[in-house]
């Protein structure tokens, strides 16, 4: 069940504050591709592109973690200069752990950011990484997601009624 709950629960990818981890020490993000910096099946887009360009201005290498294949995967990771692992056997830890040894960095100096919680979150946490859950972009496609959607309803319910407290630990930790 721990596996299943992220570290933090958030609207969107695009609402996390990237300078404030950098000032917590992280240098690398994971992220997962459809509904996390894209629609699902949507190409690369003006909004992620920016969004990945100034996180490597800040100084963050950023790689993609991913289930889908070589073609998806590299055609969205290439022009944004993001590393990548594509069919990463997601929840397995091995993509994680594949994505932060290529980066050059060690696992607490990174976190992933991904909108499942079977796949995003559970992997995020068996690699042993701070993971935040995003609210999916856009519709999701195909029975199986579906299908896990109807699952995840519980765990999410536990994940809103804890993350008002995770966000208060969260912000306390930088006053430190
Ligand atoms: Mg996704």
Known sequence: MWNLLPNLYLSSTY???FEEMYRRGYRGVLFDID???VGHNAPQDERSLALLAGLHDLGYKTAVVSNNKYERVSSFADPAGMFYVYKAGKPLGRGYR???EDMGLKSEEVFSVGDQIFTDV???????????LV??????IGF????KRIIEKPIMLVVILRN?????KFEQMSER
């Open 164 to 168: 008002r407290r995770m966000m208060r």
């Open 98 to 100: 594949q994505a932060i």
């Open 144 to 147: 199986h997601i579906f299908l």
């Open 122 to 132: 559970w992997g995020a946490n068996r690699a042993g990484l701070f993971n935040i």
């Open 135 to 140: 609210r999916p972009l856009g519709k999701d």
């Open 35 to 37: 509904n996390t910096l």
């Open 15 to 17: 609402d996390i504050d």
